[in-house]
């Protein structure tokens, strides 16, 4: 038995003549707007029949269930698609993958479970202006967040579960989704904020000789050999103009470094 969603359909495909028997006498019974042959059932959205329609995939993720050990995910707003109900020949139906949609650090983990070169291929090309990655040994394909769409594309993927020549049961706990988004939401508005620091505080990066792109390691270095040049310590017997200026440039310095260190720690 297999269950593959599109956006606009359910299709519950199996090789099962019983099976097929039980939920086309189901479909006929309950449902007004329905036209098949014996091998094929369809079943149209009508307005009146959403409680029946409910029912009729709460019977249907019963037998699947009892048929994989597995939900159906994306079932919340399926009874307003077309169902179809199809009987396979044996051993045609398409071969299935289990995929577990997890989340680490910035990056999405696809689990399959099996080692599907072609599928992981497929992720590919699908998240194709993203960095992304397939590790056949644990048979993982990870991709890093971007921005918002990434999600958008994840969601889509999810939702349809007719991949090349493959079934592909996805689950994905909601809850670690929306968490997730939060917080590359939240670290989205933080780098925003850290930029626009950044250019208010170009002066203070050209003090030390860095450059904004520049990591905290490089301005500490670049500070700690600044300061060994102008320290007052070093010119006590040069002239009182060169005193002067040393003094001046070592305060300068101290106060870029102080406040480039303030802006890294709370970005950190």
């Known amino acids: 038995m297999q269950v593959v969603q599109t956006l606009e359909s359910v299709s519950v495909n199996t090789d099962d003549f019983l099976m097929f028997k039980y939920f086309q006498d189901l479909i006929r019974k309950n449902f007004s707007k329905v036209i098949g042959n014996k091998n094929k059932t369809l079943s149209f959205f009508v307005e009146n029949e959403i409680p029946q329609r409910r029912y009729f995939l709460k019977l249907v993720n019963h037998k699947y269930k009892k048929n994989t050990g597995n939900q159906i995910d994306n079932l919340a707003f399926a009874h307003y698609k ?69 999600l958008n594309l994840l969601e889509i993927l999810a939702s349809v579960n007719e991949h090349l020549k493959y079934c592909v049961d996805f689950t994905i706990n909601e809850t670690q989704l929306l968490e997730f988004r939060n917080k590359m939401k939240n670290k989205a508005n933080t780098n ?77």
Not at 219 to 236: E, G, S, T
Request: glycine content about 2%; some cysteine; overall charge positive.
């Open 82 to 150: 077309t169902f179809k109900l199809n009987l396979a020949q044996a051993n045609t139906l398409k071969p299935v993958i289990f995929a577990k949609i997890g989340f680490a650090q910035k990056n999405i983990l696809i689990t399959l479970s099996s080692n599907e070169k072609m599928f992981a291929v497929y992720l590919e090309q699908y998240f194709k202006d993203h960095k992304s990655m397939y590790d056949e040994k644990n048979c993982i394909f990870s991709v890093e967040y971007k921005d918002d769409n990434t």
């Open 192 to 268: 925003w904020k850290f930029n626009a620091l950044v250019k208010l505080f170009e002066n203070y990066f050209q003090t030390l000789g860095c450059n904004s792109s520049d990591d905290f390691a490089t301005i500490r270095q670049n500070y700690l050999n600044l300061v060994k040049i102008y320290h007052p310590d070093r010119h006590q017997g040069k002239s009182k103009i060169e005193q002067a200026y040393c003094r001046e440039e070592f305060e300068k310095i101290q106060l870029a470094y102080e406040s480039l260190k303030s802006l890294y720690k709370n970005n950190t």
